[in-house]
């Protein structure tokens, strides 16, 4: 079965802090993983995709096939930072996506 | 601000009523997508579709249905057989790629409450 597991529904960090937020997938397949991100009153948005191998906002992740995972890191976390994240899993061809349950962010002052 | 716009904003249906959601883009995007966003649940996939006049159901299809008459618009339809309507739902586009990693862009969302 394709599905995302993101186990915290809230992390709550200082500012300064570093912040992991997990992501478990489980896809027969090669998969293709994405991190999203929303803001308070903004739209879902796009923060980064595994292919890229790419840095956004200081936030990186990491494919790791052996522990199927996608974990989203960034070693200082920023207040701006808060928001409500959702990894995803891009299923076969069809270009569908599966979204995890998504992990609210707080990063206190 | 193009790119892809929901309306209305927010939506309120009496029961037994249906009640269609528009999702509009200028992207040329193929693909357009209707989620629904329940808390702690994520985003879970209604329907979608790739090409214009065809669509695909998704994983929680029922009680709604859709159509694709046209590239820009893929407009939502909740259904009286739709057992718990209220919530916020999401449309997004994107470039069809059967092979590589694709963004999807996304709404700014209505939000359906049953009265």
């Known amino acids: 079965a394709q599905r995302v597991t993101q186990p915290e529904k809230l992390l709550s960090v200082f500012k300064g802090a570093p912040v992991e937020l997990k992501c478990n997938y489980s896809y027969s397949g090669s998969p293709e993983l994405f991190w999203y991100v929303q803001y308070s009153r903004q739209r879902l948005q796009l923060l980064l995709r595994?292919?890229s191998r790419e840095s956004i906002k200081g936030f990186t992740a990491d494919l790791n096939k052996g522990e199927t995972s996608f974990h989203l890191k960034k070693p200082f976390a920023q207040e701006e930072d808060s928001a409500m994240y959702y990894c995803a899993l891009k299923a076969g061809n069809t270009g569908k996506l599966i979204f995890g349950q998504g992990t609210t962010l707080q990063v206190k002052p | 601000d193009g790119g892809i716009t929901q309306s209305p904003k927010y939506l309120f249906r009496k029961e037994g009523q249906n009640v269609t959601l528009s999702c509009e883009q200028n992207?040329?995007?193929?693909?357009m997508y209707w989620y629904r966003q329940d808390p702690g649940q994520g985003l879970r996939l209604i329907y979608y579709?790739?090409?214009?006049?065809?669509?695909q159901k998704g994983d929680i299809a029922e009680g709604y249905s859709v159509s694709r008459e046209k590239k820009e618009s893929f407009p939502l339809t909740v259904t009286s057989a739709q057992k718990n309507p209220t919530a916020f739902y999401l449309c997004a586009s994107s470039i069809f790629s059967g092979t590589g990693g694709n963004e999807q862009f996304f709404g700014p969302g209505t939000r359906l409450t049953v009265l």
């Open positions: 579709s790739q090409i214009v006049n065809d669509f």
């Open positions: 992207l040329n995007h193929d693909a």
């Open positions: 595994h292919i």
